[in-house]
């Protein structure tokens, strides 16, 4: 809207001049600003906030926020807003005289920013690609968005109650949280529901045994008719179970109590953690007593811990919650008395963009939450930036839309997984560019263990680039579609306590093409019991992924193709892995990839033979002219290995399997074996460049070099911290 535009909207008298400007007097956002004879303030950029004047330049404008400011305020930086609300609502303001010409600015000021809400942004929040809106932190000041009470040191003492007392140690104290107006403590459940506890940034663990690791089920004995069973069920001989417990060290203690206890373990798959009630505990027999029927196929051995026991209570930092009377039961970590503890209790997500285009949330940090910390959904050019998030149950969701992400924040301490990214149309097969880049995401999925990855990626065409993950019980990446790229990202310590699973992974799809895993070091991968886990796993017949220019160290196994097709792994060093490359032929033996199974049907919905599937991957189109079952078109070329277990994958996938035809797999050329340093910067350092004079351009000389110097974090403005953040225990 042009100064004659505006003009036409608004009375001569709302006219003012300040700073020798030009300005209109718009319409009050909220009735705490509807006050007469407010004085008229202008910001140093030119923009004028106060009941709100609005100055006709094409010049930035910049708003402020203080957690001691007043949203009947100006919005300028000595008459900071309260809220961000009052913020957004300021620009919305703007918007209503004219498009926005020039960038604007939210400066929220350092402090604790207590969220009961979302922080919400709509369509009409938007910025431009000429004039982008941002909500940032101040200078190198520390803003956090807190969802979660403070719990005060002053609340806790001995603990009152006498039966109570004698259950627990005499260190532990107690706090009415009722008294002090916490009631809402939501639903335990089975894994990661409710109200938790935070102390100096750390998450404090429920009461458990044992206080670290598993215990071991030793056996799942049937005990008769489980008496609590309904009558139909008793007729169909439901039986109860018992498991017998192996355990080292001081055992359980006798619970007085069952409600709201949890066994969590992984109790049939080892994939797949699970929660139950037990029916039954005695400590001396060292049995718990299951529901009947809960476990149909548990084997013995099986690992489980107990979690949210009254009298557990035995390390540092664990607590209980009587949920009934509101009582809160702490045995006080270090430093209670000087650090903050924090409940929380944000159940919604703290920031949601709904189909927001050209904002950015910047230098944030967001922490203390039941529930997500950041969701984008649609738009375009939206991202996160330089954000610390931590203490949630999830990190950031990024759906839909295009070029939206999340580049340079710390994301750790989760219950669930860091980032999960959905877009992109796979009918078309168009690609939205939605982007993790130089992200730091590490002890996620501490609660919620099953497929809950450091990213997830879903749709078409999107990156994971730069980032650094680790110490998870799973993978790193598991992704889902097409023409995703995954490169120069540094993944370690992963995969620590779940098997058949990997680092990078993805499964059960033939149409899964295009996939791009390039230029990325994976190392410290452990054993782990059968089936094990792997570097990058191509499940269930999951196909055609380029594997190019990654450096294995230390593992198993790196590369694992479950019996898919089309792979080309080239150019990639594997040093000190037990199997550098494994390669089985499941489709040909097991039952779900039949004809006219599910595989099949997910060819019919993606119309692999028609445009733009036929064009895009002609392999894909002509499938079922083949044995669609069987490993086919694998490349194995022009990798490295060094003190690693070389072998052939196709030899030793027909002696090891049955089933199998008449076809070669995989095309195995120009690999160089040796057991001795092949020319890197400083082996012992973990410093895998390669020299310039390494041995291994002169045997492969198609060989790439790969820039292992550019792999992980880089330094930039919007890097969350730098060094990157602390490691937790």
Not at 364 to 385: D, F, K, N, S, Y
Not at 390 to 403: D, E, F, I
Not at 694 to 703: G, K, L, M, N, T
Request: proline share 5%.
């Amino acid at each position: 809207m042009d100064e004659m535009d505006i003009r036409k909207t608004h009375p001569k008298d709302d006219v003012h001049t300040v700073h020798g400007l030009r300005c209109y007097r718009m319409p009050r956002l909220h009735a705490m600003t509807r006050r007469a004879d407010v004085a008229m303030r202008a910001t140093s950029l030119g923009s004028i906030a106060l009941g709100l004047l609005v100055c006709v330049t094409g010049q930035a404008a910049e708003f402020y926020v203080a957690v001691d400011g007043d949203d009947a305020h100006s919005g300028a930086i000595d008459q900071p807003f309260a809220t961000p609300e009052r913020a957004r609502d300021a620009i919305r303001e703007l918007k209503r005289a004219g498009a926005l010409e020039a960038p604007v600015t939210v400066w929220l000021r350092g402090g604790e920013y207590f969220r009961d809400a979302t922080f919400e942004l709509q369509e009409g929040d938007s910025g431009t690609e000429e004039a982008p809106i941002t909500y940032r932190a101040y200078g190198d000041e520390a803003v956090r968005f807190i969802g979660g009470r403070p719990l005060e040191a002053s609340w806790f003492g001995p603990v009152t109650d006498a039966a109570v007392r004698e259950r627990l140690d005499e260190a532990v104290l107690e706090a009415d949280l009722e008294a002090h107006g916490v009631t809402n403590f939501g639903e335990l459940g089975g894994l990661a529901g409710g109200l938790k506890l935070f102390h100096n940034a750390r998450r404090l663990p429920l009461a458990r045994w044992p206080n670290d690791g598993w215990a071991e089920a030793r056996s799942a004995n049937t005990v008769g008719l489980d008496e609590y069973a309904a009558e139909a069920l008793a007729k169909e001989h439901k039986l109860g179970k018992v498991l017998a417990m192996r355990y080292d060290g001081p055992g359980p203690r006798q619970w007085a109590a069952l409600e709201n206890v949890w066994l969590r373990g992984i109790w049939q798959q080892e994939y797949f953690m699970e929660a139950w009630n037990p029916k039954g505990f005695d400590a001396d027999k060292r049995e718990v007593t299951m529901a009947f029927d809960v476990f149909p196929h548990l084997r013995d051995w099986r690992r489980f811990y107990v979690a949210n026991v009254l009298e557990e209570m035995d390390a540092p930092g664990e607590w209980y919650l009587d949920r009934e009377h509101g009582r809160l039961y702490l045995l006080p970590p270090e430093d209670f008395a000087t650090a903050p503890l924090y409940a929380s209790m944000l159940e919604d997500t703290m920031i949601a963009l709904s189909n927001v285009s050209h904002v950015t949330i910047r230098g944030l940090i967001l922490e203390v939450m039941r529930g997500q910390a950041v969701h984008i959904g649609g738009g375009t050019h939206t991202r996160l930036a330089g954000c610390i998030i931590r203490n949630a149950r999830q990190g950031v969701t990024v759906a839909h839309g295009t070029h939206n992400g999340v580049v340079g924040c710390d994301i750790y301490d989760l219950g669930g997984m860091g980032v999960h990214l959905v877009g992109g149309d796979r009918a078309t097969l168009t690609p939205a560019h939605l982007y993790v880049d130089n992200c730091h995401i590490h002890h996620y999925s501490r609660l919620l263990k099953n497929w809950q990855p450091g990213v997830k990626v879903k749709g078409v065409g999107n990156r994971v680039s730069h980032c650094r993950m680790h110490h998870a019980p799973q993978y790193a990446v598991n992704y889902e579609g097409n023409d995703h790229t995954f490169e120069l990202n540094h993944m370690h310590d992963l995969c620590l306590e779940m098997s058949d699973v990997g680092v990078i992974g993805c499964g059960t799809d033939w149409t899964y093409r295009g996939n791009v895993l390039r230029y990325n070091f994976v190392h410290h991968i452990p054993e782990r019991p059968y089936p094990g886990v792997c570097g990058f796993y191509f499940d269930n017949c999951a196909s055609s992924g380029e594997v190019f220019g990654n450096v294995f160290y230390k593992m198993v196994k790196a590369v694992m193709i479950g019996g898919g097709r089309d792979h080309l792994i080239e150019n990639n060093i594997f040093i000190e892995c037990d199997v550098p490359v494994y390669m089985d032929n499941r489709g040909l033996r097991w039952g779900h990839f039949r004809e006219g199974g599910p595989m099949y049907d997910i060819l019919d919905q993606v119309h692999h033979d028609q445009p733009p599937w036929r064009t895009r991957y002609p392999k894909l189109a002509r499938i079922l002219d083949e044995v669609p079952q069987a490993p086919l078109g694998n490349v194995l070329a022009r990798n490295v290995s060094v003190r690693s277990g070389w072998r052939d994958p196709e030899a030793e996938c027909r002696t090891t399997f049955a089933n199998n035809i008449d076809r070669q797999y995989m095309s195995v050329e120009d690999n160089y074996v040796t057991d001795a340093d092949p020319g890197f910067v400083d082996m012992a350092h973990m410093d895998f460049q390669l020299r310039d004079d390494s041995v291994v351009f002169e045997r492969i000389p198609a060989f790439r070099p790969i820039p292992f110097h550019q792999i992980g974090l880089y330094q930039d403005e919007l890097r969350a911290t730098w060094p990157s953040s602390p490691e937790l225990p």
